[in-house]
């Protein structure tokens, strides 16, 4: 190793310093202003490390089968450094930049699924609402074994991530193992333009409202309160009860999360975040005002349902607004904050863990849903339910007036069933919370001689 590169090396060990710069659009609950960097460590960094260090530099550069030059080692040892620190800290080209801006937005070329990197392995948080991930059936939690039958390797996961992109109409397999499945299954798919409508809405029965949230953007605030005037219009009357579905929910911005959860409550905390930085600790509180004026309100969840989405959920929660049904929430209750380096380069570095309003952290842990519900569907009996059997099957059974000899069943219309087991059980809770939350009648004597 030359010594103006040991040089140039040591002063990068040293110096945690990162020049100002206006931060690009962040995404997955990372704050949109760039932390100031700390003094420096009273601690030095160990010398024995340093002589570690480049040591297998220098062994690299003198044995490794092919010549590899300084600027590809650098690189590696980069993004090596952050990406041993958690799954979501990674040093950022333009591309990447690129990427997280038009995640933000809403539209980019691509199966419109979210990944992250889980112990050398690559596993889906979630597959976006109607996006060619969703119908080929890709599911939260699965891992991607292969992509187009390259195997995924575990110290090259920022390329299989990069190649799940690409241009609009061009075929792709993913070989996915399902959970608590032993044998991966090719799921070929085409990539398409995905823009995303993070809000969608409709009334499940006169007077409550489905909510469907697939994605926190920078306009998803806006497109919640058109929805929620929109149905209310549809109603003719105010809304009795409302749904939110946050299943497979990947997250996004905290601003847009903070927005939600304001168009949800009245009053109260909605999130706390805490961090080694001052800058890294804030407060986000409700403000008065509530889109569905109290109406009751339950929150689907499951496994998928991450990140900005769980800090919605347990705002909703802590503040005994909203009862939340399903599954238990993935867990990332870390804050992402994007340090510019120059122009074209960044570092998305985890600065905080945010904090629920009861003061505590999910992360890891997820959120518990007030009433759990097993990963059910409902579906139609294939074959006529065995013959039924009463008192009158009984030997020397007392005859009754109005007996016949042949009792005719009377036929039952096949009813559609719905296909959304979750949604359904949300349905009738709501219904059930409707009717406590009603004003109870006046039943006080009325005056006889008025």
């Known amino acids: ?5 040991l040089a140039t090396l040591l002063l990068i060990l040293a110096s945690p310093t990162v020049p ?21 460590s ?24 092919d010549d590899v030059d300084d600027h590809r080692l650098m690189q590696a040892a980069i993004r090596g450094l952050l990406g041993g620190l958690d799954p979501h800290s990674e040093y950022l080209g333009k591309e990447q930049i690129a990427d997280l801006t038009e995640d933000t937005s809403g539209n ?11 112990d050398g392995t690559l596993r889906v948080v979630a597959p976006i609402d109607e996006s060619p991930a969703e119908r080929a059936g890709v599911k939260a939690g699965d891992i991607i074994v292969r992509i187009d039958n390259k195997p995924v390797q575990a110290d090259d996961l920022e390329a ?15 070989s996915v193992l399902h959970e608590k499945q032993s044998v991966p299954v090719d799921i070929v798919m085409k990539r398409e333009v995905i823009r995303v409508a993070s809000v969608r809405g409709r009334l499940l029965e006169p007077g409550y409202a489905y909510l469907r949230v697939s994605q926190f953007q920078a306009e998803t605030g806006s497109q919640l309160r058109k929805k929620i005037v929109r149905l209310i219009a549809d109603n ?29 409550l009245s009053e109260g905390v909605i999130v706390t975040t805490r961090g080694r930085l001052k800058e890294s600790d804030l407060s986000f509180r409700a403000t008065s005002g509530d889109l569905l004026d109290g109406a009751p309100l339950v929150v689907l969840v499951d496994n998928g349902t991450a990140s900005a989405a769980e800090i919605v959920a347990g705002a909703l929660k802590d503040n005994h607004r909203a009862l939340l049904m399903g599954r238990r929430t993935f867990g990332k209750g870390s804050v992402q904050t994007v340090l510019p380096l120059d122009a074209d380069h960044a ?17 890891a842990a997820g959120i518990q849903p007030d009433i759990a519900l097993g990963d059910y569907s409902l ?9 039924s059997y009463g008192e009158r099957d009984l030997r020397n059974h007392l005859k009754g007036a109005d007996e016949t000899a042949d009792p005719q069943t009377p036929a039952v219309a096949n009813r559609a069933l719905p296909q959304d087991y979750a949604l359904s059980e949300a349905l009738n809770a709501l219904k059930a919370l409707a009717l406590r939350s009603r004003p109870a009648p006046d039943t006080s004597t009325p005056n006889r001689n008025g």
């Open 20 to 40: 100002a710069a206006d931060p690009p659009v962040t995404p997955d609950v990372q704050t949109t202003v760039a932390a100031s960097p700390s003094p420096a």
């Open 347 to 363: 570092v998305k570095l985890t600065t905080a863990r945010y904090f629920t309003p009861s003061g505590v952290s999910i992360q």
């Open 42 to 65: 009273k601690d030095a960094v160990d010398l024995a490390d340093i002589r570690a260090f480049t040591a297998v530099y220098s062994l690299v550069k003198q044995a490794y089968v």
């Open 1 to 5: 190793m030359s010594p103006r590169l």
């Open 108 to 118: 980019y070329d691509g199966l419109g699924i979210e990944v992250v990197q889980v």
């Open 160 to 174: 299989a991530v990069a190649s799940l992109r690409g241009k609009p109409g061009t075929p792709i397999t993913l």
């Open 379 to 387: 579906s139609q009996r294939d074959t006529d339910a065995g013959p």
């Open 236 to 264: 003719k009357a105010p809304l009795r009860g409302a749904v939110l579905d946050l299943r497979s929910n990947p997250g996004g911005l905290l601003t847009s999360a903070v927005e939600i959860s304001d168009e949800l």
